[in-house]
């Protein structure tokens, strides 16, 4: 084996450091694991050799993290805008059918005999009390 090739027993010894670099970008033990994994995969198919191996796999891990992270970024990003999309829809919807009520109580109120309406209208958009109407 040359001398830039990696063995499995050498990647392995430096998995705390490694770890240690996809902490400091994704700040979670499951991230973590899942970026090791993503870079034990690269690994396996990897054929070419390098010459500075540990500053190599430390690159390698840091890309790693940092595309985790993005992706993460722009996942939540999404999630946050298609939340806020189905707010709006909903108060909207809420709103429409606010109004078509009010719409609704107002045309029977409208069609009340004068003194009736007159009374509903004192008493709930005027806002007097009973006993001053």
């Known amino acids: 084996m040359e001398d830039s ?4 027993s050498e990647i392995q010894a430096h998995e705390a450091w490694l770890r240690s670099i996809a902490w400091r970008v994704l700040g979670n033990s499951a991230d973590v694991d899942d970026v ?33 992270a993005r992706r993460q970024t722009q996942q939540q990003k999404l999630e946050n805008r298609a939340a806020r999309q189905e707010e709006i829809g909903e108060s909207v919807h809420a709103v429409v059918e606010k109004i078509s009520l009010y719409r609704y ?26 006993i001053e109407i």
Not at 36 to 43: I, M, R, V, Y
Not at 47 to 64: C, D, F, P, T, Y
């Open 5 to 8: 090739e990696f063995n499995f």
């Open 36 to 68: 090791l994994q993503d870079f034990w995969l690269a690994e396996l198919g990897r054929s070419e050799h390098v010459e500075r191996k540990r500053a190599w796999l430390g690159k390698v891990i840091r890309n790693l993290s940092i595309s985790r």
């Open 105 to 130: 109580l107002l045309e029977i109120v409208l069609e009340l005999e004068q003194h009736y309406r007159e009374v509903l209208l004192l008493r709930f958009a005027r806002g007097f009390e009973p």
